[in-house]
């Protein structure tokens, strides 16, 4: 899978991908990545990259020329003109685009899921007040926000995606890992222990050191449950009406309400 980031300040992003899991990654082959800088598009001896909206109002937008070129460096095309292009040679649609935006649609497990299966992802990283619309009517497939809450540029906000993506690729990391993982089947994890067996006072559950795998499974999933009703409530209605919530799980549920 290659990530394409498009930004005004590259050398963010880039220490993620040079570090760690996603270092290992890219090492293997199974992960590529390329950085444009934004501002090597600019076309005035300042390189200006932004300007004042139309209509007034506070802050400056992105310029459009230099985003455009950007985006046309790494091959992507204006959507009327791909789907034209597409149409007339059988070929797939070109490379798909996400605008990080506080405006977007919420970033979710499963989101990164299904953009995990793309071959190739482009990122606008906005900066000032953003970016001009007709750039995402043209250009933008996606417009995905991290959280209600705003920041003052893309770079994290693409590097959160970028990293909820990549770990679902297969063989950046064991699918055992990602089974029981927050989220992955609409609750949120277990709680976990390592040594020391005990810790300033606190001693590791004694189930998990029975090695009793039954007894361990249903502390684990009544622990999940309750973690869940304690912090997500919303998540345990979802599961509920999406028939995810078993018998053994209402029954779990009943319990902790009760206090037991
Ligand atoms: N004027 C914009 C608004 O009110 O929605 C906020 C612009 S923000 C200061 C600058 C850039 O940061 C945005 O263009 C976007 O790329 C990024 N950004 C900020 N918060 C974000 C969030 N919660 N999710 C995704 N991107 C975000």
Known sequence: MKFYVLTLFPEIPRAFFENSIMAKAVEKGII??????????????HKTCDDSPYGGGAGM?????????????????PKV?????????????????????????PLTQKLA?????????VFICGRYEGIDQRIIDSYVDDEISIGDYVL??????????????YRLVDGV??????????????LLEYPQYTRPEV????????????GHHENIRKWRLKKRLAKTLKNRPDMISSARSS???????????EEIIKGN
């Open 199 to 210: 810790f300033q006072g606190m001693k590791v559950p004694d189930v998990l050191l029975s």
């Open 32 to 45: 590529a990545y390329e950085m444009v800088n934004i501002r090597d598009f600019a076309f005035d001896k």
């Open 243 to 253: 028939g995810k919530l078993t018998q053994e799980a209402e029954q779990m549920i």
């Open 61 to 77: 937008l992105m310029k459009t020329e230099p985003l455009c070129k950007a985006l046309e460096s790494v091959k992507v095309k």
């Open 81 to 105: 003109l791909d789907a034209k292009k597409a149409k007339k040679s059988k070929t797939k649609k070109s490379k798909r685009v996400i605008y990080v935006t506080p405006s977007g649609k």
């Open 173 to 186: 990391i064991s699918s055992e890992s990602l089974e029981e993982e927050s989220f992955s089947d609409g």
């Open 152 to 165: 003052s540029s893309g770079e994290i906000a693409a590097t959160v995606i970028i990293d909820s993506v």
């Open 113 to 121: 899921y299904e953009l995990s299966q793309e071959e190739e992802l």
